[in-house]
């Protein structure tokens, strides 16, 4: 960021950065407004339904339509609400959700050794790490503010299922830094370059490593279901018993801009499994050096990498949500505590002392 | 550029700080408190220590006053009664207050007469984090060392405080119930009409 307003002058640099930032913006967005379509097409075609199908060919409006419908309706507040706070929660969940986009890197970029990100921060993972934490506010104030029964009792669950699961996430997220030796997330993507076997889901070219990082992946997968209150570990909704859970009380916009934000974190996860597992922007074959000779095919040739991999993590989050019943709330913490924590702080011991006795990291 | 921000970031800090003491719903305490651990994140970032802005992010915003706030919340307390007597407390909050003005007057005339460009991160130079685990663990090994001890005594303090055994309670034993196989919960009986089992 800094880089490119001090190519380009104070004014115009500046600019530039705010034309990127409202890219993204946009992009993530549209994108959103199909990810949602697929999610229900695919819950609908596990269920032998045909899903959403009526507005614009296969239903591809859809979401569109839906977003006219909440501009539309009228806000309501309960009484006894606190009225700030529960309008701040839905803006605070969305702002979060979209800034912690600044960092991720989708592409490479045009110049040798760049990468296209808004800001290609040094401590970009931890940076997503603490944005993807704060998450847990927009639930918690929105369910306290809401000054009802259910919504509390929800944003509660949330809370505690929140902080138990960034645990081993953040464990999950260590091995990987051991491995790659830089919090930097393109030193991260550049280090799986060698095609599939040198991603770090798999790392073949560490093969002693092969059985732990694909457990870290596997356990990274399920962290992100618990993190994003995604099925089957939906507790904070559990339609069953807390009626739609912290967000009852919502309706219109602030109901949009929840749900905007929640969708949006789930796509974050899956852009930091890619990030971190998959390779990031590179193909699971290497295409060879003569691709430095024509870089704007390089960026088109990462971006689709990158989006194509991220399209496969929600699908996966969608067949999850078809296929997996519902965790009760006992065995969802001892899961997050006595399994998954142990396992993740036994995985960093044995990587490290990989990475101390062979010298891999670069 | 940096200068304003400086100035929009402390007022920030400030008012917030401020408004952590005067806000009559706790709740409402708690969150001007996230807003100061926020803005002063902020402000680490400014002077270029950004692996420790973001420590301040995951641990004291994400973490810490999380659990605040979730037990604020859960406190059903009158604090407007509680407020009530704390008045013939103020000598102390006097005291305590003149001691903490005289520490932050003591270090910060101490640091201003030190040469700013002492805090301009110079290229090359290793970064925040290899810097900070560079001395972490060679020179201050024993206190590191040493602090970890003392959370991890806290924390065992604080689950033996909170720890009852209670013999009513069902547990699930998740070992036994997955090693359960339909032959040993179900029989299939013949049952002659007239007779039941």
Redesign the interface.
């Given at each position: 960021m800094s880089s490119l307003i001090e190519a380009n002058g104070p004014l115009f640099g500046t600019l530039l950065v705010f034309g990127q930032i409202g890219l993204f913006v946009l992009v993530l967005l549209l994108s959103l407004a199909f990810l949602l379509l697929l999610d229900r097409k695919v819950w609908a075609a596990v269920m032998m339904r045909k899903g959403p199908n009526v507005v614009g060919p296969f239903g591809l409006l859809q979401s569109f339509a839906d977003f006219g419908k909440f501009l539309l309706k009228e806000i309501i507040i309960p009484a006894g609400a606190?009225k700030t706070?529960f309008l701040l929660a839905p803006i605070i969940t969305c702002t979060l959700a979209f800034a912690a986009w600044a960092v991720i890197p989708v592409a490479p970029g045009i110049e040798r050794g760049t990468s296209w990100a808004v800001a290609d921060?040094?401590?970009g993972i931890?940076?997503l790490?603490?944005?993807s934490?704060?998450g847990?506010?927009g639930i918690?104030?929105g369910g306290?503010a809401s000054n009802s029964k259910y919504p509390?009792l929800a944003s509660?669950r949330s809370?505690?299922q929140m902080?138990s699961y960034?645990v081993s996430l953040?464990f999950v997220i260590i091995t990987v830094i051991l491995l790659v030796g830089s919090?930097n997330l393109s030193d991260i993507v550049n280090n799986q370059s060698d095609g599939f076997w040198s991603w770090h889901a798999f790392s073949f070219n560490n093969i002693l490593l092969f059985p732990v990082m694909f457990g870290m992946f596997i356990i990274f997968f399920v962290s992100a279901l618990a993190e994003t209150n995604r099925p089957p570990f939906d507790l904070a909704e559990a339609e069953s018993e807390l009626v739609a859970g912290y967000q009852v009380e919502y309706s219109s916009t602030p109901y949009l801009l929840f749900m905007v934000g929640e969708y949006l974190n789930i796509v974050l996860m899956c852009a930091m499994m890619t990030i971190l597992f998959l390779g990031g922007w590179h193909g699971p074959v290497p295409v060879g050096d003569w691709i430095n000779d024509y870089p704007l095919l390089n960026s088109l040739g990462g971006l689709f990498w990158f989006m194509a991999k991220i399209v496969f993590f929600f699908f996966m989050f969608a067949m999850v949500k078809a296929m997996v019943p519902r965790y009760r709330y006992?065995?969802l913490m001892?899961l997050g505590w006595k399994i998954f924590l142990p396992t993740s702080l036994a995985a960093v011991l044995i990587v490290s002392g990989y990475v101390v006795y062979t010298g891999v990291q670069a | 550029m940096d200068v304003i921000a400086f100035w929009i970031l402390s007022a920030i800090v400030v008012t917030s700080a401020v408004c952590v003491i005067g806000a009559r719903?706790p709740?409402?305490s708690v969150?001007w408190l996230?807003l100061a651990f926020f803005t002063a994140a902020g402000l680490l970032v400014l002077i270029g220590a950004?692996?420790l802005a973001?420590?301040i992010?995951?641990v004291y915003?994400?973490?810490v006053a999380?659990?605040f706030?979730?037990v604020v919340?859960?406190l059903d307390v009158d604090f407007v009664e509680l407020k009530q007597g704390t008045l013939q407390y103020w000598p102390f909050a006097l005291m305590i207050g003149i001691a903490f003005l005289a520490e932050i007057i003591l270090v910060t005339s101490a640091t201003v007469t030190r040469d700013p460009s002492a805090f301009d991160p110079s290229p090359g130079a290793p970064?925040?984090?290899e810097a900070i685990g560079a001395v972490m663990y060679t020179e201050y090994l024993l206190l590191f060392q040493m602090s970890g001890i003392i959370l991890l005594i806290a924390m065992i303090g604080a689950i033996v405080l909170t720890l009852r055994g209670r013999p009513d309670v069902k547990r699930?034993s998740?070992a036994k119930q997955t090693q359960r196989r339909r032959s040993d919960a179900t029989e299939l009986l013949d049952v002659e009409p007239g007779r039941g089992i």
């Open positions: 606190n706070v921060l040094n401590v931890l940076y790490f603490a944005i934490s704060l847990v506010y918690i104030m306290w509390f509660l809370a505690a902080v960034e953040g919090m006992d065995q001892r | 719903n709740v409402h969150l996230i950004e692996f973001m420590l992010v995951v915003v994400g973490a999380v659990l706030l979730f919340m859960m970064t925040n984090a699930q998740i």
